[in-house]
C-alpha cells in the first residue's frame, strides 16, 4: 500500500483546510456557546459540495474515495468537530442506506437532493436501545401498501436540520435481528416530530435530538433491503461511518498537538519556553506517534473500502485506535496548557469536550473491541 496522497487529493485537502480557516474556525466557540450553526454556514458547506462528497457526479456529488472524504473530514474536524459530524452522518450512515438499498426510484428521487444539501440522519438508537440496538422497540406495522411506525428515536445527529431520515423499526410484537427493518421517512410525513433538543458536552454546534414517530405512515416503497434487512442495513452502513469518526478524532487530536506546540513556544516557565524541557517534549512526541500511527490504521481502513474488500474489522480498529489517540492527545493539551487550558479563552477546552463522544457513538470503544475480537477469533480460532 502507497500512503502517497493523489495529486488530487492533496489540492481537495487544501481547499478543505482553506475553507475551514477562512469560514469555519472563527465561528467555532460562538457556535459551541451558542449550540447552535448559523444557516449562512450550512448554506456555503451546500455550495461548496459537502453535501455530496461521497455521491456519485451524474447524480450531482463530487463522488471523492473514501480517503479523500477522511481527509475533509480532519480538516472539518480541526475547525469545528459539531460541524464535522453533521457533514459525516449525511455522507455515510444518513446516505448510505439508501444508496446501497433503496429501489432505483427511490435513489433517482432522493440522492440528487441529498447531494444538493437536503440534509440526512440515521435513526437507529432509542432509550432502551444503545449498544445493543436489537433490543429496539419501534414499531413497524405491514398495511396494505404502507408501513405505520411508531416509537421514539433518541441521539438523532441531524434531528432538527434533516429532511431525510434512515430509520430502523421492527414488527410489532416480534423480537431479535431478523425482524428488523429499515425504511427512509421524510420530514414531512404527518406523525413524525422533532421533540427534544440534547444539551450535550460537546459538539454543541450539532443537533442532537429525540425524534417521535406517532402512527407515521410511509409507501412500502421506502423500505430498504428487504424486510428483515434492517440490522444488516445499519451495520454495512456503520462500517463506513466508523472510519469518518476515527478522522473526526484525528482532526481534533492533530488540532489538539498544534495549539499546544504553539502554546508551549511562548510561555516561560522556569527561565525557558516550554518547548525546551524534556517532560513537555515527550508528550509531543507521545502525542505526534500515537496519532500516526493512528492515522495509518484509518488511511488502510479507507484504502481497503475504496479496494471494494471487507474492511469491518479495520474499520471497527481504525475507530477504537483514532479515538483513544485523540482522546489522550486532548488530555495532553490541557496539561500543556496547565490552568488556561481550562478555561474557555483556549479551543482546547473545547477539543476536549468535542473529541469525548468519539468512544462513544457509532459504537462505544467496547462494542469496537468485540467486533475487533469476533473478526480475530474467526479468523485465529
Ligand atoms: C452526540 C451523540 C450523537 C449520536 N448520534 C446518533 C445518531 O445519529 N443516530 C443513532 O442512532 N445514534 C446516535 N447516537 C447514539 C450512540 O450511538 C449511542 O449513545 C451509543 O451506541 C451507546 O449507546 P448508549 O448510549 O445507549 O450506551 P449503552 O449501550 O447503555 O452503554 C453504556 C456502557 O456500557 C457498555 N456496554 C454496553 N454493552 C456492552 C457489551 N456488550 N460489552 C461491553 N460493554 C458494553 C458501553 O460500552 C458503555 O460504556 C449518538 C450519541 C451521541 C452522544
Known amino acids: 500500500m502507497d500512503f502517497t496522497l493523489s495529486e488530487q487529493q492533496t489540492m481537495f485537502r487544501d481547499m478543505v483546510r482553506d475553507f475551514a480557516a477562512r469560514e469555519i474556525a472563527p465561528l467555532a466557540a460562538q457556535m459551541d456557546r451558542e449550540a447552535d450553526m448559523p444557516e449562512a454556514l450550512i448554506q456555503k458547506l451546500r455550495e461548496g459540495g459537502f453535501f455530496g462528497l461521497t455521491f456519485p457526479e ?187 469518526i476515527a478522522f473526526q478524532a484525528l482532526g481534533i487530536g492533530r488540532a489538539c498537538l498544534e495549539a499546544s ?18 517532560t513537555v517534549r515527550d508528550k509531543f512526541a507521545d502525542m505526534a506517534a500515537r496519532l500516526h500511527a493512528a492515522r495509518l490504521t484509518a488511511l488502510h481502513a479507507a484504502w481497503l473500502k475504496d479496494q471494494g474488500r471487507p474492511h469491518t474489522k479495520e474499520a471497527a480498529m481504525a475507530k477504537l485506535l483514532a479515538t483513544e489517540a485523540a482522546g489522550h492527545v486532548a488530555d495532553e493539551a490541557i496539561q500543556i496548557h496547565g490552568g488556561f487550558g481550562y478555561t474557555k479563552d483556549y479551543d482546547v477546552e473545547r477539543y476536549y469536550r468535542d473529541v469525548r463522544v468519539t468512544r462513544i457513538y457509532e459504537g462505544t470503544s467496547e462494542i469496537q473491541r468485540l467486533v475487533i475480537a469476533r473478526s480475530v477469533i474467526k479468523e485465529l480460532g
Open 58 to 244: 451524474p447524480l450531482g456529488g463530487l463522488g471523492v474515495d473514501t480517503t479523500t472524504y477522511g481527509l475533509v473530514v480532519e480538516e472539518l474536524s480541526a475547525a469545528s468537530a459539531g460541524v464535522a459530524v453533521m457533514i459525516c452522518v449525511h455522507n455515510s450512515v444518513g446516505s448510505y442506506p439508501i444508496a446501497m438499498f433503496g429501489s432505483d426510484e427511490l435513489k433517482a428521487r432522493v440522492l440528487p437532493r441529498m447531494a444538493a444539501g437536503e440534509i440526512a440522519a440515521f435513526c437507529v438508537s432509542e432509550a432502551g436501545a444503545g449498544s445493543d440496538a436489537a433490543a429496539l422497540t419501534t414499531a413497524a406495522a405491514r398495511d396494505g401498501d404502507h408501513y405505520v411506525l411508531t416509537g421514539s428515536k433518541m441521539w438523532v445527529t441531524n434531528g432538527s436540520r434533516a429532511r431525510y431520515y434512515v430509520v430502523l423499526a421492527r414488527t410489532p410484537g416480534s423480537v431479535g435481528h431478523d425482524s428488523v427493518h429499515a425504511f427512509l421517512v421524510e420530514r414531512d410525513a404527518p406523525g413524525l416530530c422533532v421533540a427534544k433538543k440534547e444539551d450535550k458536552m460537546g459538539l454543541r454546534c450539532s443537533d442532537t435530538c429525540v425524534v417521535e414517530l406517532d402512527g407515521v405512515r410511509i409507501p412500502a416503497a421506502n423500505l430498504l433491503g428487504r424486510e428483515g434487512d434492517g440490522f444488516k442495513v445499519a451495520m454495512k452502513a456503520l462500517d463506513g461511518g466508523r472510519i469518518g
Open 261 to 278: 506546540v504553539r502554546y508551549a513556544g511562548q510561555r516561560i516557565a522556569f527561565g525557558e519556553k516550554l518547548w525546551h524541557i524534556p
